[in-house]
């Protein structure tokens, strides 16, 4: 069955400077691969979706990367801000494309 | 922007008790699912609902667990009889298709305590 690895359960940076997360994933070859945020006690609310074919997505501060050979997505925040603190989930489809399964995220907390 | 609803936002049960959680989707979308995070661990899948039948369902979605869309704009999950183990936030979703990348838009969640 897909495996989801996001590697570090906390991450911890500067206000202004990159965060980099990321995502690995074993035992599948996903269509797609999609990046939510999760705030304390609310609904994961949809971020970044990159296809197969993509090398690369980017929205406003944020960019993903997706490599198939390594098996691993990168999710970059640039000039990040307080604001942008939150537990951030990588998802991928099952095989059947009927249901998504996340990994158990990445808490990141930017301090001023 | 439409968002999709869920009711309640905390249920207290007592071990034993059936619940039923509902759910409000987008009214476009033509997909629900239930999903479940138990207290500090992943968003897991529990049942994908099409057609007005599952489309898939996991390992965790047994015989207590049943969905239902009775009427044209609820989606409800219904556990017969609650165990402790069943305590986690239920995360509603929907989408418009099932075609590759089609986002699923989440609930707030309704969180359910059982004692």
């Known amino acids: 069955s897909q495996k989801i690895e996001q590697n570090s359960e906390a991450l911890n940076i500067q206000e202004g400077k990159t965060a980099t997360l990321t995502c690995n994933y074993t035992?599948?070859?996903?269509?797609?691969l999609q990046w939510y945020r999760q705030d304390p006690g609310r609904g994961p609310v949809f971020l970044l979706l990159?296809?197969?074919?993509?090398k690369e997505k980017r929205k406003e501060r944020l960019k993903v990367t997706f490599d198939t050979t390594l098996k691993q997505s990168l999710f970059h925040i640039t000039a990040s801000q307080p604001a942008d603190s939150a537990t951030y989930l990588c998802?991928?489809?099952?095989?059947?494309?009927?249901?998504?399964?996340f990994g158990k995220g990445t808490t990141l907390s930017v301090s001023s | 922007e439409p968002e999709v609803t869920q009711t309640p936002s905390h249920q207290v049960t007592q071990m034993g008790q059936e619940v039923i959680l509902r759910c409000v989707p987008i009214?476009?979308?033509?997909?629900f699912y239930w999903y479940r995070q138990i207290l500090g661990q992943k968003v897991e899948f529990l049942v994908s609902?099409?057609?007005?039948?599952?489309?898939?369902k996991s390992e965790i979605f047994d015989d207590q667990f049943s969905v239902e869309r009775p009427d044209g704009s609820n989606f409800t999950l219904k556990i017969r009889s609650t165990k402790l183990e069943d305590s986690a936030m239920y995360f509603c979703?929907?989408?418009?298709?099932?075609?590759?990348?089609?986002?699923?838009?989440f609930g707030p969640g309704t969180r359910l305590t059982v004692l």
């Open positions: 979703a929907s989408s418009r298709d099932l075609r590759e990348g089609d986002t699923q838009y």
């Open positions: 035992n599948y070859s996903p269509a797609y």
């Open positions: 990159i296809r197969e074919n993509e």
């Open positions: 998802a991928l489809d099952n095989q059947a494309g009927t249901a998504l399964i």
């Open positions: 009214s476009n979308h033509l997909y």
């Open positions: 609902f099409y057609n007005n039948e599952i489309s898939e």
